[in-house]
């Protein structure tokens, strides 16, 4: 079981040369902001399961929450008060 930092050019997956043994690991090495983590398990390529994806979205945004405003969404870290 491994990640791979993963994007896509031309339709076609490009991914790193790395085996990540963590999701974190793999999401240090995306090299495009539009850039993702595919997993590895038993020789297949898989997306990432529940878990997985909370570990990534911790990586790229970590305590940062989504607020909405009166109808206008935003991105605040966590420890921002809404009062």
Not at 60 to 80: D, H, N, Q, S, T
């Amino acid at each position: 079981m491994h990640y791979y930092a993963a994007s896509t050019d031309s339709g076609c997956l490009l991914v790193c040369d790395h085996e990540h043994q963590t999701v974190i690991s793999a999401a240090a090495c995306m090299s495009c902001a539009a850039g993702y983590v595919v997993a590895v398990e038993n020789g297949r390529l898989r997306a990432l399961n529940e878990a997985e994806e909370a570990e990534f979205q911790h990586a790229l945004y970590g305590g940062m929450v989504e607020r909405v405003f009166k109808g206008i969404a935003g991105i605040l870290p966590a420890k921002w008060s809404l009062s």
